[in-house]
């Protein structure tokens, strides 16, 4: 049961990832695509890394990605444990994200895909990161973000209330993009940055969609989730719902993945910062070839 402040079941989460670990290659393009946009936004940054972390690597793609992409010396593949963890290139450590066993200052670069999205306290879990940047290191990180899966959000909500008349939790809530730069600025990041990709799969049926995430380690780890077998009735109105609301002229159907990037640096005296209010040396006004008045005077001596 949940404590009301705790919105997944972590455990459950470690069994369904273990479990993936068999049919996370097939069903990896939303990793791939994350590993590639993290590395797409790695490269311009022009300085070597000594000592990485990626964190929750999954199937390991992105730390392939990373190490094509910037200067890295060692880079450490982090899972909770199990299968995941067995088949990530040394060196490898068992870590939960959300109590990390990195010393303070002592990571050059953090980088992590889709797995930041699973904790239970994110700004928490910024803060730790932060701590663990040496002074200027960097955090790089992608996490599902609000608009993923809203199309199967909707359906399971819709037919749980027509049959059952209410609803249980049975996928998760995410991130709006809205609230992600400010979680950073929080967690305290310096230059914090946030954007996104709306990544749009289409399905012969929702049935593969339920498949894929499976495969993933997507399946519902909610803390408030029932724990009675999801009746069949309502998984097939579910379905059928989804493919009513959700079908393109050829049939196919569209399932949503929003993908958002964060990245912030650890604080360091040699990074840009606005400069004090009063300290500019050159006046606005001679910079626009203006007349600078008081305010609220204006042009001709009128004011009001």
Do not use: H
């Amino acid at each position: 049961m949940s404590d009301g402040l705790t919105l997944f079941d972590r455990r459950a989460l470690n069994r369904n990832r273990a479990r993936a670990a068999k049919t996370l290659a097939d069903a990896g393009f939303l990793l791939a695509e994350a590993a590639d946009g993290l590395a797409s936004r790695l490269l311009p940054v022009t300085r070597d890394f000594p000592l990485a972390v990626d964190l929750g690597a999954q199937d390991g793609a992105l730390g392939r990605a990373a190490r094509a992409t910037a200067d890295i010396g060692t880079l450490i593949s982090t899972e909770a444990g199990g299968p995941l963890l067995d088949a990530l290139p040394v060196p490898r450590l068992a870590a939960d994200e959300e109590a990390l066993p990195f010393a303070d200052e002592s990571l050059d670069l953090v980088l992590s895909s889709l797995s930041l999205q699973w904790v239970n306290d994110l700004p928490g879990t910024l803060i730790q990161i932060r701590r663990t940047l040496k002074p200027d290191g960097l955090f790089l990180a992608a996490i599902a973000g609000g608009e993923t899966l809203k199309e199967l959000r909707q359906a399971f909500i819709a037919a749980e209330t027509e049959i059952t008349g209410g609803i249980s939790p049975r996928v998760a809530p995410f991130v709006e993009i809205r609230d992600a730069g400010a979680l950073l600025q929080r967690a305290g990041y310096a230059l914090p940055v946030v954007d996104s990709d709306t990544l749009t799969v289409r399905y012969g049926d929702p049935f593969a969609l339920l498949r894929d995430l499976k495969a993933m380690g997507w399946s519902n780890a909610l803390a408030e989730r029932s724990r009675k077998p999801l009746r069949r009735d309502v998984l097939m109105r579910a379905m059928q719902v989804y493919a009513e609301q959700n079908a393109d002229p050829d049939g196919r159907l569209r399932a949503t993945f929003e993908i958002i990037y964060l990245s912030g640096w650890a604080p360091d005296e040699s990074q840009q910062k606005p400069l004090r209010p009063g300290s500019a040396r050159t006046r606005l006004a001679d910079a626009l070839g203006t007349t600078e008045r008081p305010a609220g005077e204006r042009a001709g001596g009128e004011s009001r």
